[in-house]
């Protein structure tokens, strides 16, 4: 069992930046995939991006591609998203989640995270 817990959320302007932490417990961290996702009011929670712990490969949504990054702190046992470029369309509730590397299910998927945390909230004026 994965314990998970966000912070770092706040009010920027268009184009500033924000680093979110997510602390992670419990299970054998090196055999999670971890995952960022985002729900903004009225829509669907979507994808940002992940980490494979074991190796540190990552992937991104095409939105935020050249803007955010994730990484880890296997030391720390913490996950980060640094988001730079800020725009009001970032605006949401953001979300920390864990799952079995081994999961067959695509990282992608909301349905492939057993394990998430309570979400922080990121708004971005314009």
């Known amino acids: 069992q994965v314990q998970l817990g966000e912070s770092g959320g706040g009010l920027v302007q268009a184009g500033g930046s924000l680093r979110l932490s997510c602390a992670a417990s419990?299970?054998?961290?090196?055999?999670?995939?971890m995952g960022w996702f985002r729900q903004a009011p009225g829509k669907d929670r979507e994808f940002v991006a992940r980490i494979h712990w074991s190796d540190g490969s990552t992937y991104y949504a095409d939105s935020v591609k050249g803007r955010f990054t994730i990484s880890r702190d296997s030391a720390k046992s913490m996950v980060y998203l640094q988001m730079n470029s800020l725009k009001p369309e970032d605006t949401a509730v953001y979300y920390c989640?864990?799952?079995?590397?081994?999961?067959?299910?695509?990282?992608?998927?909301?349905?492939?995270?057993?394990?998430w945390g309570q979400g922080t909230q990121v708004t971005v004026s314009s």
């Open positions: 419990g299970g054998t961290l090196s055999r999670y995939t």
């Open positions: 989640a864990a799952r079995s590397r081994q999961t067959p299910l695509v990282p992608t998927l909301e349905r492939a995270y057993p394990y």
